[in-house]
């Protein structure tokens, strides 16, 4: 007797429909599994039997081949634990057929007949509402990420003689629904407020400008100057995430095992700060089956790189494509991969190993050790950033001032000015910031009065800028006359992007010699 029904599995985070055919034989009682198998799902044969004996159900001394198509790609996870015991059951009639019509079935099977959760539901349950099913059965814990789907009847059951007497009539699983969170608080909240921060005020401008135009920033100063409270409190300052931000954040998260059972949709922005000693492939990504990695982990929110100069050369080197594509492509001999990655990335570093420099009272490192310490940062992922600032420690007197200093709400009214701005302007496009414009968009959003372009064309041959740097000064300043609702690009929101492009005297020329 033959039986099909359907599963699916996660390839990068784009789900693929599996069909799961079972045939039932006469001849010596076997059990095999084929279809261009991971190990884990040709190890799964005696997983099932002793789930479905411990559940209730046995199966008679017959051949059962299983096959899992189509088979020209590589079939991995334990997911198909579930849809091969329903297509067993509906060989041995008890289950009818016409019940699983329209229906997808995921889930691993413990040896006690629960269901365990699987990762990348919501890719996989996405992928089978496009190819038209209607009905979803998975383990309970993974029901809530599988409601997201806008039209799909989810059921979600904790153990697997749940879904059997639901498919029999005899016992119906509640329908689970997206449940839609409230808004904690109808004003904003800023648990981490730039307010606290002593002093600081033009490193604060240049996050401002940072969170408005989704600008990269490379923070440079000494231990303890405020680069790492200053990135902990840019989140708070970014325009909320829309829907489709949030659907792609959790597919992110659901593809590389990091979504809590039951915790639904990502609706915050991620901020990931990972230490600076992991590899290029924890970085960027990757694997014998690739898995997202920090910087796709960090896709919609803030990828912050502490330490900056402290990684590796390969793993700083990494960061270029992505930089720039906004996509991570991940190649492998079974296929390819490609992973979202377009998250704020905020850089901090030390100007020297010890940290100190130009402080020559504290500083004991030679020109050549600065020169080469901060060399691991190379040119080409410098052109890649936008914006660099360059921190001072605080003075004594900032410390005691009781002055007004700009807090996060002040500094989220000007981002958000910004950010509705940029919305009316590429409305109809596939892009939301300054710092995505390109080719035609540049000469129409960012054009320039006879004198300021004449400004900017000394600026670009006095210190021998880049094509690259040119375009980035225009984004840059496009945002600055954003955050001051200025429709027209000014000479001095010229001069300020300029200015977190140029050397730093005080830091012997920075990082653009």
Known sequence: MFCKVYSALCLGIEGRIVRV?????????????????????????PRICTAMRNSGFSLPPKRYLINLAPADFRK?????????????LSCIEHISPEYLENSIFIGELGLNGRLVPVKGILPMVSQA????????????????EAAIVSGMRVFGAAAFPEIVQH????????????????????????????????????????????????HHLLMVGPPGSGKTMMAERLPYILPEMSFDEQVIATKIYSAAGRLKPGSGLITCRPFRSPHHSVSDKVLIGGGAVPIPGEISLAHGGILFLDEFAEFSRSAIEALRQPLEAGEVFIHRVRGDYCFPA???????????????YPDRKRCRCTQVQIQRYMSKISGPVMERLDLCVYIRRVDYRHMKAREAAMDSRRMYKGVKQAYQMQRERFSGCDIQYNSEMKGQMLEEYCCLDSDTQDFLGRIYEKFHLSARTYQKILKVARTI????????????????????????????GGLWD
């Not at 076997?30 to 198998?37: A, H, K, P, R, S």
């Not at 334990?78 to 329903?86: I, N, R």
């Not at 377009?342 to 100190?356: D, F, I, Q, R």
């Not at 000014?490 to 200015?499: I, K, L, N």
Request: glycine residues 10%; proline residues 6%.
């Open 21 to 45: 055919e079972v045939d039932m034989s006469s001849g010596l009682p076997t059990f095999q599994i084929v279809g261009e198998l991971s190990a884990e799902v040709r190890e799964s044969g």
């Open 76 to 88: 991995s996870g334990t997911g198909f634990d579930l849809p091969v015991a329903v297509a067993l």
């Open 129 to 144: 509402k496009r190819e038209g099913f209607c009905n979803c059965f998975v383990p309970a814990e993974n029901a809530e």
């Open 167 to 214: 498919l029999q009539g005899k016992k119906e699983i509640p329908e689970e629904y997206h449940r839609k969170r409230d808004k904690v608080s109808r004003s904003r909240r800023y648990p981490l407020d730039f307010g606290e921060i002593c002093g600081q005020e033009a490193a604060k401008r240049c996050m401002q400008i940072c969170a408005a135009g989704h």
């Open 342 to 356: 377009k998250p704020l990335v905020v850089a901090a570093a030390n100007p020297c190993p010890c940290g100190y």
């Open 481 to 508: 006359s954003d955050l001051e609702g200025s429709l027209n690009i000014r000479m001095e929101h010229v001069a300020e992007a300029v200015g977190y492009r140029l050397p730093d005297e005080n830091y012997g």
